[in-house]
């Protein structure tokens, strides 16, 4: 390589003067390139690393936007199935299970959360860990409402093989013969009380009917009580299963004991004018899951449409109560 010739102008002559660089300009010459060259590079070198993506990082990021597409498009999937399962349970609460008077599942189980702190911290090493774990979140509740859902239909299933059973156990036809519907005195609801003459709830239904008369089992159960009950004098309490019981009170005699099963229609007393009562009746009470009900609503076993609408008409009556 031919080496570089300097001149310089030289006024006084009016010529051009060869300049000879010594060692130390040379040197500071190479120097000076050599620098220029290495921050050029690094200069490129950077600038290739940030703003210019290898065709390995090319494709990483084009699998990475496609994984966060499907992950987007996965958790409005979840949404769907979710209102989807929203209104299973709602059906399941007030249809499915209301046949079977049935309690709804409550809130807090259907809803309880899964697993506990720190469960998805493993998740936010990752890219985009927000949409990840808000992903993975609904797929833990769905799992959970699935099962809870899958055990509750499990439950009605069993109820409904057992509805034939649970038919004979249900109270439903009135605890005495009383067909022309004469008998009846007062109606569940607020009433006059006969001694202080003041309004208190009736929690039951009252039939007139001589002393002696006999009273039946409105279904199958076990008898839990005959014995003397405060306010209701001689009394006797069944206990039906799947969450009724009922009640009869005032009683002249017992036909049956504590622990013993009986059956729809059996007699299991007389009637009588024992404890808080003003007169020879029976009073009988319905209770479901530990409350009161109107008892007029269980005789539809033993009363057509027209007598079950006079039953009504007549234990609406607002009047004064026997006991």
Request: glycine share 8%; with cysteine; proline share 4%.
């Amino acid at each position: 390589m031919k080496r570089k010739v300097y001149y310089k102008y030289n006024p006084q002559t009016l010529t051009y003067d060869r300049i000879y660089p010594s060692i130390k300009d040379r040197f500071f010459t190479v120097l000076r390139h050599l620098l220029s060259g290495i921050l050029i590079g690094f200069g490129v070198f950077w600038v290739t690393i940030y703003f210019l993506d290898s065709p390995r990082e090319k494709e990483l990021k084009k699998e990475n936007q496609l994984v966060q597409a499907q992950y987007k498009i996965l958790s409005k999937r979840m949404d769907e199935v979710s209102n989807v399962l929203r209104d299973i349970q709602q059906r399941d609460d007030n249809l499915y299970r209301a046949i079977f008077h049935s309690d709804p599942i409550s809130s807090s189980i259907r809803n309880s959360g899964v697993g506990g702190l720190g469960r998805y911290d493993y998740l936010m090493e990752l890219s985009n860990p927000d949409l990840i774990v808000q992903t993975t979140k609904k797929m833990d509740l769905i799992s959970k409402q699935l099962y809870v859902q899958s055990n509750s239909f499990d439950e009605i299933v069993n109820m409904a093989k057992n509805q034939k059973d649970r038919l004979l156990h249900i109270p439903s036809i009135q605890p005495v013969s009383d067909k022309s519907l004469k008998q009846v005195a007062s109606g569940y609801g607020t009433r006059i009380d006969p001694i202080y003459g003041t309004p208190r709830f009736h929690a039951g239904m009252d039939f007139v009917a001589q002393t002696g008369t006999p009273i039946y089992a409105t279904g199958n159960g076990t008898v839990i009580l005959a014995d003397w009950k405060q306010g209701y004098g001689k009394c006797i309490m069944i206990d039906h299963g799947y969450g009724y019981k009922t009640l009869y009170g005032h009683l002249n005699e017992y036909s049956v004991h504590a622990g013993q099963k009986v059956t729809r229609g059996e007699k299991i007393g007389e009637v009588g004018n024992t404890g808080k009562s003003t007169g020879s009746h029976l009073h009988y009470e319905v209770h479901v899951k530990g409350q009161p009900d109107n008892p007029a609503k269980y005789y539809f076993m033993d009363l057509t449409p027209a007598e079950y609408d006079k039953m009504l008409q007549i234990a609406a009556n607002h009047g004064q109560v026997m006991d």
